[in-house]
């Protein structure tokens, strides 16, 4: 992680630890304010649940940021989650394979589903945004059909709930009981940002979103290039599916609508600009964190729920306002 | 004469940059007054200032004696002052009308502009510059030329006191060149006082009447330009003197045909094209702005579906279907419109010349080696001066001339067998532009076939091994290069027409 | 054609409460032979989206109607044009403020959530914080369930403080997230209440999750989760209507009223409190669906 | 490249009639495929009830169209409905203020939050995405916060009902009892259609969206005319806050989220690009038809609400890709 902070930070501005510190500003601030105002927040359980609760949107944010960088939009992120973890449920409670199996199925799927989105997309030129909220409908009923309208238990598959819950670090480090999600959340973000930043596929997905014409221009074959990233993005949500289901023991095939503005909140939050070109996964981490953060500190203090959107509003302008301010600044 | 504009001591810096480092400049009424330098020099810079675009970090700024500060473009129109941007900035969706008056529509009552109002005054601004554009056609839909003469369009319309050109002519051909001067010819009797950027030597000595020189963002003199030889005009840009002389060209009755292109056609624009190009051979393609030499560029490239033709890349068939497909056949092309086409303006400049080359720079999976692809971008920005802090800053943040040696060094890092340079040296300096001139003639001299296609005669006759001359999208002639060809019968093919063929044919 | 055709508009589809109520109306199109349709809003704020399924529903015009309104008065005109047709209006779950309906098949959510309170205050002893996850702050049975659990303890166990109330949109996974947070901030919570199947749910995992000990949990409507785990013990036990029957007898009075038959002004299919002890008692097992 | 630039200049400057109905092509295929699955379809009732399902939606679109047209977007427009409607409703029923002084604050509200979202937007250079969403929850909060999150109704305002089911046309045609909701639907768009295409507020409008840089170049305050393009927005979000709140004789306060995805659908559907510059209102009122239309379809077709939701995501990719294939065509 501190490899990939260093080089994202290097290439933007190649100005010091300053830099690096202003970057988590409105977090730190966050964290600040709701430690002083509840004795309860800085608990161990609790930040464990934070990290908890950022688990699922950052992994489908870190996706959602790739496609945002090729200048895309996508969706249908959520509901695609839901059907990887419906396909988990199916291929593990209904036909009883291994563990394995299923994970690969839900990602498998994921990246599928990724696949038709992006050559939608890159070879029949539908716009990302009518592409992915087609898909979105498309998955949202295809997962009610398949699971029977009903959720699917994983109670058969013992290991499963580990996947989110369990924790390794824990094992070996018994102070620190990380769940399981938050690694894979860590863990997915350092490979994407690796991907990002070091591979032929993360630049092109910069210059797809920076000028497509151009990458195209130089012999950059840019839909296939387009359909990789729409494919990567898909595998990550189920990931995500895997997270999910993991942690309710179950597939929920009603779930996921409305977790894609989540996602893209972070992502935009973090940074990566909606016109494509630019962004970061670790802008996008802290997103998902500033996010989640909030809104644990708001019910941590029982602000009424009403204010605590209102809060939400507010402090999310306010963040990416400071943001916007103080990189004019530097 | 009267003194129009005097900035003093302006100083201005960008991250990493010191683009100006107090410079002074004056403008009396009617004169043409030259701003030349380097590419990066901060030409553009200073003038950004002038028009209120940037503001200085110091200095002052007087206009017509008065001390004034131009915070905004709109604040340097109400004090007189117009630009045209070497940058095109239309909106492309509107049209050319709509974008020439933007900002100052004719009205009529219950609020609605006054499109017929607007469309007959934009055709008269054209018709007073003698060109044909169609006042209702959306801007995308012109030519990068064209555009230009929109942007000029545009600036004349705000009938400014003070204009300024920032290579103006860069996109533009002879012809059109020569009606842009007439008009020049006739603000400077009506007293407007005229800043231009160019890095072309003979029109400063054509239509200026004194010359600033600037080099690395600091003021090096003002001399006057009937007086000053060009050669010392160099020297103060440059520092040095530059070689001018033309190379031999080689004999290449045994070489190799690299490409060949048979019948090659697409709608109204390329009509039934054939030539061949032989290995070490540069063959120059002159032609009006709109003949299509462009069009045929790009369907050699598989930038665009051909209606018909074949392409034969050393002996063999190529199926060229994307660009993709001409890369791998080892074809390159360099647009001429680095800004939408040719560069990735948001990514860095070492990143926007490994964008073909990624494959060299990559293992098995992907991983691309930095280290070496910013060891080769700093050789290349070595290699062709270009002025930047480093291999990693935007490309969107160098200067105009920088980004095209951008574009240059992304297709000779690929080392392509054949080369099609389409407007290679537009907006280069003189330095810059003998550099590439040598460097193509390197490559020729490796072996490689060039293409090269320029608006600028002089650079078509100093180049070129042969001359092939195109007319409303066909191929007209192919001259033989060197001196025994004249502009003369370049412009004769090149203004060839249609009408005239079939009353030769009838 | 020749089928008898009955539309039912719902609140909501997806949730395993709608999905027991539509198989309880399958039932009931099987037994009595006719054609039954089942509709229902993403979720229980779109009021005009369920007017316009209630428009195209009477475009088809059916014999009878069952209708399931979200805002008691906003569906009121279309109520009346079905009137006008002469098309029954059968409503269920919660009723409409209007005479048009001729029954209404429903469950009294304040006195069922007044139940799920005595049963709290019953096993924390009549004292301690208390805090709830609502699934929604607006609808009908969101709001009677609150306020029949919260006015229930105002009145008749003083002692117990409520801590917090927190809405989750029935969403499982936001819900866990808002009582680990509430959990986090009452170290001290003694009972905790969940007032539909995700929202208990959610409680479920959160107390799961953080291996809070001492909080009793109740929860309300049923399913295989929540089953599971009053089993498991994590749950003391929980509320359930009888959503079979809503859909069961809303259909039945549909028939009735087609054939021109007396029908009740209510349909009350009852609630019930189950637990561990009584779970799989044939009439608690009957009412509760997986 | 080349081939669709060109044809798309055709498009708009030689259209001729034939080529203004093959935009409707979508839409006449469903009505006709409808018209012959179900003889329910035709029925006068269900058209009515068609264009009035449109009104709300159709409205938003339109609002929403503006704002895409500059290259931003506006999430906020759901909530913002939701939020005028509870204006609305707090001076009729709870002030007792008469009808008219309703309407005023119902639209004035809207224009001002456009107000405030475009402030932000253009002077405090927050992305639109972000100042839309927090606004959109900020509304949601306060909507409940006003509103004491019960809904309001109407009662003691009977006219207030006609605003959107009475019927002027019918008053005058009998036969033709167009409900008041769909007559402002076409009243709205008539009139941001004329703003769009013959003042100055229009021309600015596409010229943001094409190049704000270059209308700054060229003088245009463009942080002005942004403001003025969300204000409007905004109203009209306001004239669809009264539209819903009519229908529903009531104010719901927590109605409208999602409905901001609707809208943009709608836009997106009738061709309108979200990088901005270009789109037109009839396209929109197109857009949202087609969505209409075919929910009203499936359900008379008593199809099953899973499979509704497939279809749906199904059709709207075909729409659209038709509608590409068919600007490469011409
Ligand atoms: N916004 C910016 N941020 C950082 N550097 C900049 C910016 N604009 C210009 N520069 C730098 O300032 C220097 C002067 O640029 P300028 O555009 O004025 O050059 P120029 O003389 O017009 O060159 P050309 O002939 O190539 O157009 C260049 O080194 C350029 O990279
Ligand atoms: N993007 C475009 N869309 C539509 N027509 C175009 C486009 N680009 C060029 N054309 C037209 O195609 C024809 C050939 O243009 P092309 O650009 O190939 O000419 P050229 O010889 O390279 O001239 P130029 O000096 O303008 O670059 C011209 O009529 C031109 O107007
Ligand atoms: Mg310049
Ligand atoms: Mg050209």
Redo the contacts with the bound molecule.
């Keep these: 992680m501190t490899m990939i902070v260093q080089s994202e930070v290097k290439k933007r501005t190649s100005s010091g630890v300053h830099q690096k510190l202003l970057a988590f500003a409105s977090l730190i601030i966050m964290l600040v304010f709701f430690s002083l105002a509840s004795s309860n927040f800085l608990q161990t359980s609790n930040i464990i649940g934070i990290l908890q609760a950022t688990s699922v949107n950052g992994v489908l944010a870190v996706g959602v940021t790739l496609v945002i960088i090729t200048g895309g939009i996508d969706l249908s992120v959520g509901t695609l989650m839901t059907f990887t973890a419906v396909i988990a449920g199916v291929v593990l409670t209904y036909l009883g394979m291994p563990l394995l199996f299923g994970i690969v199925a839900a990602i498998g799927a994921g990246a599928f589903c990724g696949f038709i989105s992006g050559t939608l997309v890159a070879r029949m030129k539908v716009p990302p945004f009518i592409a992915t909220l087609g898909m979105m409908l498309i998955l949202k009923g295809t997962s009610l059909v398949i699971s029977g309208t009903k959720p699917i238990y994983f109670n058969n598959t013992p290991g499963f709930s580990q996947i989110s819950t369990g924790s390794l670090i824990g094992q070996v480090f018994p102070f620190l009981p990380i769940p399981n999600g938050v690694l894979i959340l860590f863990v997915v973000a350092t490979v994407v940002a690796f991907i990002l930043n070091r591979t032929a596929l993360g630049r092109y997905t910069f210059a797809l979103g920076s000028n497509e014409e151009a990458a195209r221009l130089s012999g950059v074959d840019t839909d296939f290039w387009k359909i990789c990233v729409y494919s990567l993005s898909g595998g990550i949500c189920g990931v995500a599916g895997l997270i999910i289901a993991s942690r309710l023991n179950s597939a929920q095939p009603a779930l996921g609508l409305g977790y894609e503005l989540d996602a893209i909140a972070a992502v935009v939050i973090g940074g990566t600009s909606l016109a494509g070109g630019r962004g970061s996964i670790l802008g996008t981490i802290i997103g998902a964190f500033i996010m989640s953060v909030l809104l644990n500190g708001l019910r941590i203090m029982s602000v009424a729920q009403e204010w605590q959107t209102i809060v939400t509003g507010l402090i999310i302008i306010l963040a990416v306002y400071a943001d916007m301010v103080r990189r004019q600044r530097t | 004469m009267v003194e129009l504009i005097r900035l003093e001591s302006i100083d201005k810096h960008?991250?990493?940059?010191h683009?100006l480092k107090s410079v002074s400049f004056d403008l009396q009424t009617g004169e043409v007054h030259a701003l030349m330098?380097?590419?990066?020099?901060?030409?553009?810079?200073?003038m950004?200032v002038l028009s209120g675009i940037l503001q200085p970090d110091g200095g002052t700024i007087r206009v017509a004696g008065n001390d004034v500060t131009i915070p905004s473009p709109h604040a340097a129109q109400a004090l007189g002052i117009g630009m045209i941007h070497?940058e095109l900035a239309l909106m492309n969706d509107l049209t050319v009308a709509q974008n020439i008056f933007i900002g100052r529509e004719p009205r009529k009552r219950f609020w609605r502009l006054d499109e017929d109002a607007l469309n007959e005054a934009a055709r008269e601004i054209f018709s007073a510059m003698n060109v044909s554009i169609d006042p209702r056609a959306e801007v995308r839909t012109l030519s990068v030329a064209q555009q230009q003469m929109v942007e000029i369009a545009k600036s004349l319309s705000h009938k400014s006191r003070v204009l300024v050109m920032?290579?103006p002519t860069a996109a533009l051909n002879d012809r059109e060149v020569h009606e842009l001067f007439t008009i020049i010819a006739r603000l400077k009797s009506e007293g407007v006082g005229i800043v231009y950027?160019s890095?072309k030597m003979d029109e400063i000595k054509r239509i200026s009447d004194r010359v600033t020189v600037?080099r690395d963002?600091a003021y090096v003199g003002t001399v006057s330009a009937s007086e000053t030889p060009i050669s010392k005009i160099i020297s103060m840009m440059v520092g040095r003197e530059l070689d001018n002389t033309q190379a031999d060209i080689p004999d290449l009755s045994g070489a190799p045909v690299a490409l060949e292109v048979r019948g090659l056609s697409r709608g109204k624009e390329v009509q039934n094209v054939s030539f061949s190009l032989k290995a070490g051979e540069i063959l120059g393609f002159a032609g009006l702005m709109g003949a299509g030499r462009t069009e045929v560029a790009r369907l050699i490239f598989g930038a665009d579906r051909r209606d018909a033709g074949e392409i034969i890349v050393h002996g063999k068939k190529a199926a060229i279907a994307s660009p993709k497909d001409a890369v791998s056949a080892g074809i390159g092309y360099l647009s001429e419109d680095r800004k939408h086409l040719g560069l990735a303006l948001g990514l860095d400049l070492a990143a926007n010349v490994g964008l073909p080359n990624l494959g060299r720079f990559s293992n098995g999976i992907g991983v691309i080696d930095d280290a070496k692809l910013g060891s080769i971008a700093r050789d290349y920005i070595k290699q062709l001066g270009i002025?930047?802090p480093s291999e990693r800053?935007e490309v969107r943040?160098?200067?105009?001339?920088?980004?095209?040696k951008v574009v240059l060094a992304k297709w000779l890092l690929r080392n392509c067998d054949i080369l099609i340079f389409d407007e290679p040296t537009r907006?280069?300096?003189i330095g810059a532009k003998s550099e590439i001139y040598r460097l193509m003639q390197a490559l020729a001299q490796q072996g490689k076939a060039i293409i090269v296609i320029s608006s600028e005669l002089p650079e078509v006759l100093r180049l070129s091994h042969r001359i092939a001359v195109m007319c409303e999208g066909r191929l007209t002639g192919i001259l033989p290069g060197g001196r025994e060809t004249t502009q003369e019968e370049i412009m004769h093919l090149a203004t060839q027409r249609r009408v005239e063929i079939g009353g030769e044919a009838a | 054609q020749d089928k008898v055709y009955i539309p039912l508009i719902s609140k909501g589809f997806q949730h395993q409460f709608w999905q027991a109520v539509k198989a309880g109306a399958d039932k009931a199109a099987t037994e009595f032979k006719v054609e039954v349709t089942f509709e229902g809003p993403d979720n229980e704020t779109q009021v005009d989206k369920q007017i316009d399924m209630l428009s195209a529903a009477l475009a088809k015009s059916p014999q009878a109607i069952g209708f399931a309104a979200l805002d008691t008065q906003a569906a009121t005109p279309l109520l009346k044009q079905a009137q006008d047709a002469k098309i029954p209006v059968i409503a269920f779950d919660s009723g409409v403020d209007s005479d048009i309906p001729l029954t209404t098949a429903t469950t009294d959510n304040v006195a069922a959530a007044a139940l799920a309170a005595d049963k709290m205050a019953e096993l924390i002893g009549g004292k301690g914080k208390v805090a709830l996850v609502v699934h929604d702050q607006t609808s009908r049975t969101g709001i009677d369930r609150r306020d029949g659990f919260v006015n229930r303890m105002k009145e008749k166990h003083p002692d117990i403080e409520i801590v917090d109330i927190q809405y989750g949109g029935g969403d499982q996974l936001q819900s866990t997230e808002i009582a680990k947070a509430i959990l986090a901030a009452n170290s001290d919570l003694k009972g905790f209440f969940g007032a539909n199947e995700g929202s208990a749910i959610g409680v479920v995992n959160a107390v799961r999750e953080t291996g809070a000990k001492g909080v009793t949990v109740i929860g309300y409507d049923s399913g295989a989760a929540q089953k599971q785990a009053i089993k498991d013990g994590v749950m003391a036990g929980a509320i359930t209507q009888n959503p079979v029957g809503i859909g069961y007898e809303t259909v039945k009075a549909a028939v009735m009223a087609i054939k021109g038959e007396e029908l009740p002004k209510t349909i009350d299919t009852g609630f019930f409190w189950y637990d561990k002890t009584n779970m799989d008692s044939p009439e608690i097992s009957a009412v509760l669906y997986d």
Excluded at chain 2, 37 to 46: F, H, M, R, Y
């Design positions: 960008f991250p990493g940059v683009a330098g380097e590419n990066g020099a901060g030409k553009s810079t200073l950004k070497q920032d290579e950027i890095h600037m963002g002025r930047t800053q943040l160098l200067s105009g001339g920088n980004q095209q907006g280069i300096d």
